[in-house]
């Protein structure tokens, strides 16, 4: 609600207490949540610590402990953008850990102690054996990186499903294993055993109640696992290998998500058969469905150990799915297949963990940051266990979004959700319109939900408007509307953010004057490509975006290194088509002012990507500022990093939409202006 004496000052000039220091300390990572008894675990990312992952235990008492004491950091780098690195078991810690990228176990009180040896190994997706005296996981090996004569040319990373005795001697020396087959490999010393190789990809590794069996995912190039994965399953022999191996489901164009074994024994994955990510189980050698509905149950496997369900208790599984947009919550019978969603007061909800009675998942709304929720499955009371920010913003200064679709080309709609300016305090000159920034999102397979976003609000409360869009490529409405950008990447995400824009000027919400467009990593071509064609945005902020296609099919790691294939076209056949859509061969197209931002350590988007940008944008003599981040990879993580990129993207926007700051930040040096 607008208060009624509110100051008429310009668009952009509104003063806020939505800080750059507010939202970068408000940043907080909450994830991989895990249950143990009346415990509960999770990852915090605390940008505060330079971007250290802790692993948290919450205690029946209340109290709340680190368990990872400084300087580890419970994060794996395994396919690059990592994900589960931790397991939990009675009285026995597992964790992946950055700076060495080693397993280490901790028992109880005692430190932790590494269980693998020194070496170019990376692991995730940890599971502890019954019993708890071995972890099975996913293993990466780089020993062989540079060796491209035994990848098949390709230089690659190996990755296997291995299994490590959690009282192996970590001292003796580093010992490849080089058995490129299938068959269970052992070093005794050593205490590790490769379970699975001959894929490009493994993930989700996942043992059976009776410890007999294990479910597990592959999938090979030119695949990502969204486009196109495998659950099997193999019979645990008595010296520990993988027999009686057999694919229960998906293949090149079906994506199999999270398998997971019911109390009972029988196993149950989330599968897009259908067109959407919806829940099946095996029975008697036979898939059926458990709920078909036009939703999402599943997600796109950018990290390991992704979670949508849980079981609540043999016969009942506990889901989030997502309907347009927004995700919500479900009881599912296993039985007589009744579904029953839960009316909770958030939008976004994902790692859902099952524990006795309750469950517990991270949660946000349009109004709340993330947080760690507890859901009392009886009396349905919900308590928050941890927030992102400790500090919300006053209600008068959020922003609540608007789901807008709208028309793009193909005859086809598109989505988006729009946040108008909101500041109690202020209210804009009569007759002005504010300012737009489009957002455009990475992946490109991401989604943006309906959540408070302080880094949105940073902006809305200043007199911004934020246009986030989901363009043709993104998760949540379905394989068809995922499959819109094959083949048309820098098509389809481009008409879809420039017909946003041309929407909402339309409607008369935004001024078609001031327009910025803002994207990151993939979102970062978007905005790129989006300033070639036209000339509709004044200014564009591009972090660790990529500017040159061809570049991806030489230095991107291995992950995604044929992603491009599916998404522009086969290389080096259509390197027309990669040099038509690549920015750098087009910086002269552009009119706009631009900000580039990079870490220098980013492996995904080389730093000569952003730096080729700059140096066409200033040979062209276009306004142009170049702010690069020492220690930073591809997703800043540092809260003063954080810091700094906003003050100077609105830095930058104050000088080429010519309003005032209303409180003073530190300068960026801005080419050409």
């Not at 058995?179 to 205490?191: E, H, P």
């Not at 929720?373 to 009396?379: A, I, K, P, S, W």
């Amino acid at each position: 609600m607008k208060n009624a004496a509110a100051a008429i000052a310009p668009y952009g000039s509104w003063k806020s207490p939505i800080h750059a220091a507010m939202v970068a300390g408000g940043s907080l990572g909450l994830e991989q949540i895990s249950l143990l008894g009346p415990d509960v675990s999770w990852i915090e990312k605390r940008p505060e610590e330079g971007g250290r992952q802790v692993i948290v235990r919450l205690g029946s008492d209340g109290r709340r402990l680190d368990v990872t004491p400084a300087p580890f950091s419970a994060r794996t780098r395994i396919h690059e953008y990592g994900g589960q690195s931790y397991a939990v078991a009675e009285g026995v810690l597992v964790f992946a850990n950055l700076t060495d990228g080693r397993l280490y176990v901790q028992e109880t009180s005692a430190a932790p102690r590494p269980i693998t040896p020194q070496g170019p190994f990376r692991y995730g997706d940890p599971i502890i054996t019954h019993g708890g005296s071995r972890v099975i996981c996913v293993r990466e090996d780089y020993s062989l990186a540079a060796d491209k004569t035994s990848t098949g040319g390709r230089g690659e990373p190996v990755d296997a499903i291995v299994s490590v005795n959690l009282g192996g001697d970590s001292s003796l020396p580093m010992v490849a294993q080089n058995d490129s087959t299938s068959v269970a490999q052992d070093d005794t010393s050593l205490g590790l055993q490769v379970l699975v190789q001959g894929n490009d990809f493994y993930g989700a590794p996942r043992l059976s109640p009776d410890g007999r069996s294990l479910a597990w995912l592959a999938w090979n190039h030119p695949n990502m696992p969204w486009d196109g994965a495998e659950l099997w399953l193999g019979e645990i022999l008595a010296d520990g290998a993988i027999g009686n191996r057999c694919l229960v489901a998906g293949g090149p164009d079906e994506s199999v998500f999270q398998p997971e074994w019911s109390p009972d024994g029988m196993l149950y994955f989330v599968s897009d058969r259908s067109g959407w990510w919806n829940l099946y189980r095996l029975r008697q050698d036979c898939v059926e469905a458990l709920h078909p509905m036009e939703a999402e149950f599943g997600l796109p496997g950018w990290v390991l150990g992704l979670r949508t369900y849980d079981f609540a208790e043999p016969g009942r599984i506990v889901c989030t799915f997502c309907e347009e947009g927004a995700w919500r919550l479900a009881l599912l019978d296993t039985g007589s297949l009744a579904f029953e969603p839960i009316a909770l007061p958030f939008t976004h909800i994902s790692g859902v963990r099952s524990g006795d009675g309750y469950v517990c998942f991270t949660a946000s709304s349009p109004v709340e940051s993330a947080g760690i929720v507890r859901l009392d499955l009886g009396t349905r009371t919900i308590e928050v266990l941890r927030r992102s920010g400790e500090r919300l913003p006053d209600p008068g200064l959020i922003s609540t979004p608007q789901a807008i679709e709208f028309p793009t080309e193909r005859g086809l709609n598109a989505h988006a959700l729009f946040y108008p300016p909101c500041n109690r305090d202020y209210a804009g000159p009569p007759g002005e319109r504010p300012p737009l920034l489009v957002m455009c999102h990475g992946g490109p397979t991401d989604a943006v939900s309906p959540s408070l976003s302080l880094g949105t609000q940073f902006w809305t409360s200043r007199g911004f408007a934020v246009a986030q869009v989901n363009y043709g490529g993104s998760t949540g409405y379905g394989r068809a509307y995922r499959e819109r950008l094959n083949g048309q990447w820098g098509v389809v995400d481009v008409e879809d953010c420039v017909n946003a824009a041309h929407y909402l000027v339309a409607q008369g919400l935004v001024d078609g004057d001031r327009m910025a467009i803002h994207g990151g990593s993939a979102g970062g071509l978007t905005a790129l490509r989006a300033l070639t064609l036209c000339n509709l945005f004044r200014a564009g902020a591009i972090y660790y975006g990529v500017s040159d296609l061809e570049m991806l099919a030489h230095d991107t790691p291995k992950f995604e290194s044929r992603y491009h294939l599916r998404l522009v076209g086969p290389y080096p056949e259509s390197l027309d088509v990669y040099r038509e859509r690549s920015p750098v061969y087009s910086a002269g197209q552009i009119t706009a002012a631009l900000i580039f931002f990079q870490g220098l350590e980013d492996p995904v988007v080389l730093p000569r990507q952003s730096e080729s940008m700059v140096r066409a944008a200033r040979a062209k003599g276009l306004p142009v500022a170049y702010v690069a981040f020492e220690g930073e990879g591809h997703g800043f993580r540092r809260a003063e990093t954080i810091r700094r990129a906003l003050e100077a993207e609105l830095y930058f926007y104050s000088r080429i939409f010519g309003f005032e700051l209303a409180e003073p930040v530190e300068p960026v040096m801005i080419e050409n202006l």
